[in-house]
């Protein structure tokens, strides 16, 4: 299992929208949990996606937990701005 974490100024609905079309467009899971606009969980027949958006003053921190996908959950992070 590996957790990763970024800072961004974007709002936590554009995370989460991005999070979503990332992983159930791009890569087939399906979301089994979700609260608002803070966490989802994405799970697939390999492995397991957690997002969590938490606000830090001005900016958001989103931190990623998974099994199998860490080369997949960096990437995402990459992209964020």
Known sequence: MKTMSKQTK????????????YFVGRFGFRIVEETANCCVAFENNLG????????????????????????????????LK
Request: aromatic share 10%; glycine share 6%.
């Open 10 to 21: 974007l709002t936590s609905e554009k995370i989460m929208e991005k999070a979503k079309e």
């Open 48 to 79: 397991f996606v957690n997002v969590q958006v938490l606000n830090k003053g001005d900016c958001r921190e989103i931190t990623l937990t998974t099994r199998e996908w860490e080369y997949q959950i960096g990437e995402f992070l990459g992209k």
